[in-house]
């Protein structure tokens, strides 16, 4: 976090505000792409061979291919993910919504082209079909995650009817991703851990750690056993019958005047005690 903060001093004023409505709008064009030229798709894959070869714009153009989504629930899509991301920027600002983002997506690129060096160095040919596996779909998840951990309590309407919070349905696109990353090869692996590494930083990064070391355990330890002590303290007992304000709320205490020291008394035996005297 003190790295960022040095990072957002300096270079803060560059940050990109309402970045989500950018992203938005990249995948609206892309929707646009795939009802009227879907084969201009094959041209905007992050695919690492084709960019060796001068097809550079493809290193940001993936970025128009939009998640897989029912047209139907497009504009319920665009305006929940609008909404989970000016939330996240509202909530850590708008340089550190910018390496969030931006993180993810350089993460992916880079994925990519590791997965092609490896492939290459492994068989010694050029292998191509990486750009199916690096999708904007895990981008999406890596910001409902992010939305989840900062907002667990928010509630959403699951086919506009059923109430969960935002925790929950996190929790299942975990589980949901673990299968994948199990299930799938190591092409699919790849993908998700380097669009999810800004995620996995993000979440590791922010936890409060310090709660759970030893030495803390043992502060709440002493403070809880100095509370139950506390507790046990009264402010008023009288000298006679011993009486406190525990043994009943319609009690008074008063101290006596008359006697030679702090001597304090119920209403009981306020005036019919024998005064204390040292001389």
């Known amino acids: 976090m003190g790295f960022l903060n040095k990072m957002e001093r300096k270079f803060g004023k560059y940050a990109i505000q309402n970045l989500t409505f950018w ?5 609206v064009l892309g929707f646009i792409i795939q009802i009227t030229m879907p084969d201009v798709l094959q041209l905007l894959l992050l695919e690492p061979r084709m960019i060796l070869q001068g097809q550079v714009w493809r290193i940001v153009s993936w970025l128009l291919i939009p998640p897989p989504v029912n047209i139907l629930f497009l504009i319920f899509f665009l305006s929940c993910y609008y909404f989970i991301g000016i939330s996240i920027e509202q909530a850590i600002g708008t340089f550190r919504y910018n390496v969030y983002l931006i993180g993810g997506i350089l993460c992916s690129i880079l994925g990519a082209f590791f997965l092609y060096g490896f492939y290459y160095l492994a068989k010694g040919v050029s292998v191509a079909g990486i750009g199916y596996y690096f999708s904007t779909q895990y981008i999406t998840m890596s910001l409902f995650l992010a939305f989840a951990v900062i907002f667990p309590n928010i509630e959403f309407r699951l086919y506009f009817l059923i109430p ?18 199990i299930a799938s090869n190591a092409a699919g692996r790849t993908a998700i851990l380097a669009s999810l590494m800004n995620f996995l930083i993000f979440f590791f990064t922010t936890r409060n750690y310090h709660r759970v070391s030893p030495k803390e355990i043992h502060r709440k330890q002493v403070y809880r056993q ?25 009690l008074e205490f008063r101290f006596c005047s008359k006697c030679d020291g702090n001597y304090e008394y119920c209403q009981e035996h ?10």
């Open 23 to 27: 992203l938005i709008g990249a995948w």
């Open 226 to 250: 100095q509370m139950r002590q506390a507790q046990n303290i009264t402010r008023h007992k009288c000298a006679i019958c011993g009486r406190t304000e525990r043994d009943g709320a319609d």
């Open 270 to 279: 306020l005036f019919t005690h024998q005064h204390v005297k040292h001389n």
């Open 164 to 181: 969960i919070k935002a925790k929950w349905m996190g929790m299942v696109d975990v589980i949901w991703m673990v299968f994948m990353f």
